[in-house]
């Protein structure tokens, strides 16, 4: 009797850890931030649902992720200076560093060996080793840096908010080059970097235009684009700084947030001339291009945050507006874009929609969720 008491336990804990190790694969996941909770869903995109809630990332206002080249890790960067990587394999937390004191994003570089952070307090780089999490490289700024993104030969490209410039820091040798660029513009607030690792360009809050390197060029120089884009016309006051996203070239333009307005932006992708604007229903915080560029999707800052609008590229007209609810924060596509993510904070609720007939095909309960990030962004540049 002894004996089989034995082996009924042994069989229950063997089977346990067995289905503790059920493998989901990493194509199909990402991350959903909780902001107020400082916790992390891990999410299957197919399925439409929550694998997992790992705690312990710290303060997540504003928090953003990049991904391993494997899709394995996800690495947090939280508003604290919280580093964290989260391993979605096994669901747990792999590593963590308090780098800063007040962080506002990060990247990855081209290989997957290094990760950066870009930091308010005190400002600057930092650049870790993407497997251990030691200090790799310090770049101090003096000014709350932004824009942050990574570009082809393990560079990385960031920008000042106070002094107006870009730096591009070469990781690639034994060790780094750093070439300052200056006279970006007045307080550059956000950048991205187009898919093919090109043109990086910086939104400007201190005057009406962005700012436009060719990282092509072996000096590169600064091209203003827009300059004076709300010439003559009375500003409002800004509830939200606008992000600028990867994903912001639909087709052959991009669409880009304007600062303090009610408009989005249509900027030719070649010659960077402007197209044309469309009016819309508040200031636009993303402006994102559906994977196929054919539409782009819009959410917009308090007091008009609970609509989404959809904009078709070609034309620059709204082809549909959704309401999901209160402060729609954040938008994610799947990889080919058949389906949209949308995250409503103040109803904790992650909405699944369609993108093509529009219509909403799921939600899943989240705590005041802000940022989603699906894996496939470890493909991409800039994400």
Known sequence: MRLLSALVIYLTLTLGA?????????????????????SVLIVDQSDMDVLARVEGFGDLSHASAVFSPDERYAFIFGRDGGLTKLDLVTQTIAGRVMQAGNSIGGAISDDGLLVAVSNYEPGGVRVFDAETLDLVADFPT?????????????????SMWDSGETWIADMSGAAPEVTKITGMGVNPYDALITGDGRRYIVGLFGEDGLSTLD????????????????HGEEPLPVYKMPHLEGWALAGDRFALPAVGRHEVLWLDAQRLTELGRTKTHGQPVFAVARPDGRHVWVNYAHPNNDTIEVIEAASGEILHTLKPGPAVLHMEFSARGHRVWVSVRDANRIDIYDTHTFEKIGEIPAQTPSGIFFTARAHRIGL
């Open 18 to 38: 067995i289905a503790q190790l059920a493998v989901h694969a990493t194509g199909d996941l990402g991350v959903v931030i909780e902001r107020t909770t400082g």
């Open 142 to 158: 003096g000014s709350k840096t932004i824009g942050l993104v990574d570009a082809p030969g393990g560079r990385f490209v960031f």
């Open 215 to 230: 990282l092509w060029s072996e000096t590169p120089t600064v091209q203003r684009v827009l300059p004076g884009y709300g």
